[in-house]
């Protein structure tokens, strides 16, 4: 049985290689289950026991790349913690608003390809969502739970992992108006933005402003404290 199991996930390794390089040479449009399957030399049919659907070999490749991410792992090995929640957050914000200004346009048509599968049949973005709720979902539901302990947040009545997607998809939406080069809204300066996004959501996941200026360093909360009194006038 192990060495059953040995061969399968030696197999699978394979076809993902030869995946990457598919998606590599040829971009998600340009690939087919069929063209991977010769690269891995292998049936299609045998592929598919491995992986059902091309957006499934693509969320693979993807979580894989995650996961070799020193930063994150990094990130995701720290003892849960207010501190830990607030860099999750600074972490998302930054990776999403520098797709738009990077040079990696593989980042920008990963974004599009998102935004374009819950307009088709919701496979992809099914696919990675799972991906994403099983590496990081763990650490941030234990983070927050200690800044609620700790009194650096209020308790949320719902179900806590909504706090998450909720904050995803918000900075995720702020990156699509991006994307295009002439950008479909302009927010402002971008170190703005990554603070005031930072801000936004750190009080939408229900951390106070003491919290939120402790971690997040002294001008960030002075730039806050304007912002404040600005919208009370």
């Not at 992986?51 to 693509?58: D, E, G, Q, R, V």
């Not at 979580?63 to 020193?70: G, N």
């Not at 920008?108 to 979902?137: C, N, P, V």
Request: proline share 3%; glycine share 6%.
């Amino acid at each position: 049985m192990s060495s059953l199991r040995m061969t399968s996930d030696l197999r699978r390794q394979l076809i993902l290689g030869a995946a990457k390089r598919c998606f590599a040479r040829h971009g998600y449009t340009g690939t087919t289950t069929k063209s991977v399957a010769a690269a891995a030399a292998i049936s299609e049919a045998l592929l598919f026991k491995h992986f059902p659907s091309k957006a499934a070999l693509y969320a693979e490749i993807l979580s894989d790349e995650c996961e070799a991410d020193p930063a994150l792992m990094d990130l995701l090995e720290r003892e849960p913690s207010t501190a830990t929640l607030v860099e999750l957050i600074r972490g998302m914000v930054q990776h999403f608003l520098h797709i738009a200004d990077g040079p990696d346009q593989e980042e920008a048509q990963r974004l599009r390809l998102m935004a374009t599968s819950h307009l088709d049949d919701g496979e992809f973005a099914r696919l990675l969502y799972a991906k994403i709720e099983k590496l990081i979902g763990a650490v941030f539901l234990a983070s927050l739970e200690r800044a609620v302990a700790s009194g650096d947040a209020r308790p949320f009545s719902g179900d806590p992992l909504n706090l998450f997607w909720f904050a995803h998809h918000s900075v995720m939406m702020a990156a699509l108006t991006r994307l295009p080069a002439t950008p479909c809204l302009v927010y402002g300066k971008a170190n703005d933005l990554e603070r005031q996004l930072c801000e936004f959501l750190l009080r939408g996941i229900g951390l106070n402003d003491a919290a939120i200026a402790s971690h997040l360093g002294r001008d960030r909360a002075a730039d806050a404290g304007k912002t404040a009194i600005a919208e009370s006038a």
